[in-house]
């Protein structure tokens, strides 16, 4: 079966520090990999989703980026943190078409 | 471009009772799949219930069905017998065929009284 991991669960960074999420999947090839960003008590945005290898489409412009190195991983980094980067973020894979999209644990990220 | 809007931020519901949580939406796309999502107090999100545009009949899964009315673009969520376990956040969200991002309404807190 498809298994998604996503770390760390917590992250307390400086503002203008650096960040990197890692997402990984298994169990699953060429799958389509998301970002999503909640802020408290909202809905979902999405912020990156790929669709392949170093395929990465940008929804919202911001000072975040991310990179698809290998097929079932899926990276979101920073160079510099600001405070509005605080938030819930979230990994989701899927395959093609109708297929629902499957979301990691989540990472709670605060700036201080 | 696709638009998911739930009007409800609040709902209550006494247990073991039925409850309908809405969901209305907008899209030019001919062919998508409309999803409902539960995000319990830790976070994470749960896969509900799916539906599609060319379906016939509208879906269930256990507890859980979705009320589809295609004219009038709305896939509301209907949870019967509550259980004090579905308190949560829940999400409706869309996708079209040719789309690969998934848009997601604003979510509504449902709170199950015992």
């Known amino acids: 079966s498809q298994t998604i991991h996503q770390w760390p669960a917590t992250l307390v960074q400086p503002v203008g520090s650096p960040l990197s999420l890692e997402c990984t999947v298994e169990g699953t090839s060429n799958p389509n990999l998301y970002w999503y960003r909640q802020a408290a008590g909202r809905g979902l945005q999405l912020l990156f989703y790929?669709?392949?290898?170093?395929?990465i489409s940008s929804e919202v412009p911001q000072n975040l980026s991310a990179s698809r190195p290998q097929d079932r991983q899926f990276i979101l980094s920073s160079k510099k943190l600001l405070l509005s980067d605080s938030g819930f973020y979230l990994c989701a894979w899927s395959v093609q078409g109708w297929q629902p999209q499957h979301f990691g644990d989540g990472t709670r990220l605060s700036i201080l | 471009a696709q638009k998911i809007t739930q009007t409800q931020p609040g709902m209550f519901v006494q247990e073991k009772e039925a409850v309908t949580l809405d969901c209305t939406y907008d899209t030019s796309d001919p062919s998508y799949g409309l999803f409902w999502y539960k995000q319990p107090s830790s976070g994470e999100m749960i896969f509900l219930i799916y539906q599609g545009s060319y379906d016939q009949q509208n879906a269930t899964e256990g507890r859980y069905s979705l009320n589809f009315q295609k004219a009038r673009k709305s896939a509301n969520l209907v949870i019967s017998a509550s259980q004090l376990g579905d308190s949560a956040m829940y999400f409706c969200a869309m996708r079209g065929y040719n789309n690969n991002d998934m848009r997601f309404g604003a979510g509504t807190r449902l709170t199950v009284k015992p």
């Open positions: 790929s669709v392949g290898i170093g395929q």
